[in-house]
């Protein structure tokens, strides 16, 4: 089997993890692009990458690679992604697909008009518990679903000189909390409920209204701030009530200013039947609730249906994490650009849109004090991004 040849953009928190994924998936690590070439260089021999590119631009311009991964701050997601899929290039590109809506469904059309294949590293989705959670629910073992509600909160932007680049709306987006990782409870949600947000109700909370600068700070590195204040305007969290297209309701809080919490993603499904509980610090158990008992079911590929087994990769007992998350999900991708058999929920640059539209009513919602609706079906339905049915 010929490898496939991948690069890099970005190589702070999220590209380190990329990297490792795309090596143990069986491509050739071509190079790796920083915010300087001195940066890449080392980037290049701390992740085993053949050589450093001088920037992310020649990464895309470079003939002899087929997939970029995008791991930069979100303001470079649209102008690289354009240009990789004019160059013919797969892409995976990290959430947010682009600063808005409107760029999200710009990398969409792209992707359809280019043939290429697009992904957002919604990893979440490659828990096996989660995908267990997902079975079901689809299978109408919960009864029909009435609740879908949690939180997905941090701590590392808690105080004033707690900074990064996601703060700055210019780089990061007008929303920071919600569409950081608010996306990622969304996208979960949708996934698993086969649900759609149709309508919600946002408020929004800046907590810290000045930060200090803390130029060239890599993620979840807190504190350190100098300088003179800045004023904020992206929110650190939001509470969002929502309705789904099935009928079902909704809530979640979503903070960055959390004290204690690191990456709580708390998602919880109420049928009529039986509840459904993750918790994606304790992603080897998914909490079953009937009224006569309560089970802990254990990621066991022993006891999981087929569709979360695949993704089970060591016994029962031999804890499984956000890692092997990446890996499936970079693996899932790589089989389908190498033309193999199309796999089941591979999140594709349709979701990352579906995530932009969430992010644009939230921001609407809060702004105006109202009930905002989403659209239900992006358009275009389908775009050649989809890996599978
Ligand atoms: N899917 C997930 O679970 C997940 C998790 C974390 C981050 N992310 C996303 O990944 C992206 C990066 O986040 P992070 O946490 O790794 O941030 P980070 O700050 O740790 O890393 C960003 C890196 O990009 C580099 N960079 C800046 N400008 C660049 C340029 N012009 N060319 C090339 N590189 C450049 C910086 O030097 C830095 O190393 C964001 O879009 C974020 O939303 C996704």
């Known amino acids: 089997m010929i490898p496939v ?24 690590l071509v190079g790796v692009a920083a915010s300087s070439p001195e940066g890449a260089k080392a980037a290049a021999a701390a992740l085993g990458a053949e050589r450093p590119f001088d920037s992310a631009e020649q990464i895309v311009r470079e003939p002899n690679i087929d997939v970029v991964h995008i791991c930069t701050p979100n303001h470079l997601h649209l102008p690289l992604g354009e240009a ?71 701590d590392w932007l808690l105080s004033a000189d707690d900074d990064n680049w996601r703060v700055d709306a210019r ?63 992206t929110e ?31 998602i919880e499904f109420d049928g ?17 609730g009937r009224r006569q008992a309560v089970t802990i079911l254990r990621r066991d590929p022993a006891a999981l249906s087929p569709a979360a087994a695949r993704y089970a990769f060591l016994p029962g007992g031999h804890p499984q994490g956000y890692a092997d998350c990446f890996d499936a999900f970079v693996a899932d991708f790589y089989d389908g650009i190498r033309g193999g058999v199309p796999v089941d929920g591979i999140p594709t640059f349709s979701d990352g849109l579906r995530a932009a539209l969430i992010t644009e009513a939230v921001l609407t919602s809060s702004r105006e004090e109202r009930w905002i609706d989403v659209p239900v079906s992006p358009a275009p339905l389908v775009d050649s991004s989809a890996v599978g049915p």
Request: hydrophobic share 40%; aromatic share 8%; net charge positive.
């Open 84 to 154: 990789a899929l004019a160059a013919g290039k797969h892409v995976i590109c990290e959430k947010p697909l682009a600063l808005n809506a409107a760029g999200a469904r710009r990398l969409v059309e792209a992707a359809a008009d280019s043939g290429v294949q697009g992904a957002v590293p919604f990893a979440y989705r490659y828990y096996p518990t989660v995908r267990e959670a997902r079975e079901r629910v689809s299978s109408d073992q919960i009864g029909a679903l009435r609740l879908v509600h949690g939180s997905y909160l941090q």
């Open 272 to 288: 009529a039947d039986e509840t459904l509980a993750f918790d994606q610090e304790q992603p080897e158990e998914l909490w079953c």
């Open 5 to 28: 040849r991948a690069a890099i953009a970005g190589t702070g928190f999220i590209g380190g993890v990329h990297a490792r994924s795309a090596r143990l998936a069986g491509a050739r």
């Open 171 to 233: 780089l990061g987006g007008t929303s920071r909390a919600f569409a950081d990782i608010g996306s990622h409870w969304c996208d979960l949600a949708e996934f698993v409920s086969g649900h759609r947000i149709r309508r919600l109700s946002a408020r929004m909370l800046t907590a810290v209204p000045e930060r200090f600068d803390a130029d060239g700070r890599q993620a979840f590195a807190s504190g350190g701030g100098r300088g003179t204040p800045r004023p904020v305007s």
């Open 236 to 266: 650190d969290a939001a509470i969002v009530q929502f309705e789904t297209d099935a009928g079902a309701l909704g809530s979640v809080v979503v903070s960055q200013v959390s004290a204690g919490r690191k990456n709580r993603l708390w």
